[in-house]
């Protein structure tokens, strides 16, 4: 990737460091299609107006990523910059949190950031007398959906008052990888060979101000824990069987996938590979999977998502990524070229963006967590589909984004995730047609 020393940037004084490849990536992507994203958490509990603004004050002196700009010379690498101390703004609304979330959410998926104010984070709070949804939407280059996990989780703690640490900034995360994974043959790595049943790039969907549909279900705590149970039984994940679930329910709600094997985007949180916890940023890499129409048996299917997905996991499979997107990032692509390159690295027919168990409790002192619905996120391609998913306090909250016409899917995976634990034969060629 391409790197500039700071006499290089026009004003050094308040230049951070470059964007790693990744980040630029996003930054690129964005400029022909949005990929901002958003998470929500709702609560229960009494709250004021004014003690959601004050935490999301300490919240955004905690992590340095929530006070940046995307800047630099024409022709020249991007670079974070310190922007000016502004408040990360905070919309309000007023009425039934669990149900006007969707709405709002769906708003800002279509209202872009400017890259040269700061700061690339904003806020939408639902606010009732004894509830409320508190909305995080960020640029994709500055935070990943786990980042805005911790962050929430950051924002309830500060609500409670309880005290906040700075997180110190950290380096991009190719950078990171490659100081903590260091391998002699790194230069010639290749990409891990992928099956590709329908290597048809995809089609990025034109911009005509409609605004995409959100969806949300919250799985039972008793039905949550069959999955997990079930799951491992199976020798497969959890996250295998909601790919398997979105597979087959997909078929019988989006009549397009028809009889095609679906390809199944997974981003991959690579947290713990890079030795870090609660920071703020882009720490994930990529695996997609394929499900093929023709399988009969959905722990079959699960337990190949999981195989497909496995080589991503580990340190050769992030190297390849690691090393495909640096290169491409190295020869100065434009935004046509980006859209290009994603068209044909991820072009799947839907996402499934799982931040399992969420690592923190539901309860911050007079406030409870009731879900965590997100990430809220579209590629940009057409018929795009995103299921987002969390767990909290047992429960499984799916969320799905589209704007396709396809109501009753998460619905659909409820009933194929019940009859698959119950030991019912459930096919994917069990559809109605």
């Known amino acids: 990737m391409t790197k500039l020393s700071l006499p290089e940037i026009r004003d050094v004084s308040n230049a951070m460091r470059p964007l790693g490849a990744l980040e630029q990536l996003f930054l690129l992507i964005d400029k022909n299609s949005p990929v901002h994203f958003a998470m929500t958490a709702e609560i229960s509990g009494l709250t004021r107006i004014d003690d959601w603004r004050r935490a999301l004050d300490r919240v955004q002196k905690r992590h340095s990523n929530l006070s940046t700009t995307i800047g630099g010379a024409p022709g020249a690498a991007p670079w974070f910059r310190k922007g000016d ?26 209202d872009t950031f400017d890259l040269k104010q700061s700061p690339l984070v904003r806020a939408v709070l639902v606010h009732a007398i004894d509830s409320a949804t508190m909305t995080l939407i960020a640029h994709h280059s500055v935070a990943d959906g786990m980042s805005l996990a911790y962050v929430l989780r950051d924002t309830l703690n500060a609500l409670a008052g309880n005290a906040l640490e700075t997180r110190p900034a ?41 605004i995409p549909k959100i969806r ?6 008793a039905l949550t824990a069959e999955i997990m149970e079930r799951a491992r039984e199976e020798a497969t994940t959890v996250h295998a069987a909601l790919c398997a679930a979105l597979s087959i329910a997909g078929r019988q709600t989006a009549p397009q996938w028809g009889d095609i ?52 996991q580990t340190s050769p499979g992030v190297r390849a990524l690691v090393t495909q997107i640096g290169q491409f990032i190295e ?7 980006a859209a290009g390159f994603s068209a044909v690295a991820f072009a799947a027919e839907a996402m499934v963006t799982n931040l399992g168990r969420v690592p923190f409790g539901h309860k911050f002192s ?14 940009g391609f057409e018929n795009d589909h995103t299921i987002g998913a969390a767990t ?28 698959a634990c119950s030991g019912s034969h459930i096919t994917t060629s069990s559809r109605e047609d």
């Open 261 to 312: 094997s679906v390809r199944i985007m997974s981003p991959v949180n690579i947290r713990q590979m890079l030795g870090l916890t609660d920071e703020c940023g882009v720490f994930i890499s990529a695996a997609q999977s394929v499900s093929d129409a023709n399988s009969t048996d959905f722990w079959e299917v699960a337990r190949k998502v999981k195989a497909d997905i496995a080589p991503s």
């Open 366 to 379: 007079d406030v409870e967590l009731q879900a965590v619905w997100g990430p809220c996120v579209l590629r």
């Open 216 to 221: 949300r279900l919250k799985l039972s705590s």
């Open 85 to 110: 101390v502004f408040s990360i703004p905070l919309r309000v609304v007023h009425g039934d949190p669990a149900e006007l979330w969707m709405e709002e959410v769906a708003r800002e998926l279509e």
């Open 170 to 210: 950290r380096p991009a995360m190719e950078e990171i990888f490659e100081e903590l994974h260091v391998d002699a043959n790194a230069g010639q790595v290749e990409s891990p060979e992928r099956e590709s049943a329908q290597p048809v790039p995809g089609i990025w969907r034109k911009r005509d101000g409609s």
């Open 392 to 419: 909290v306090n047992g429960s499984l909250c799916l969320a799905h984004t589209s704007f396709a016409s396809s109501d009753g899917l998460l619905e659909a995976m409820e009933d194929v995730l019940k009859d």
């Open 331 to 337: 020869d100065g692509p434009s935004v046509s070229d």
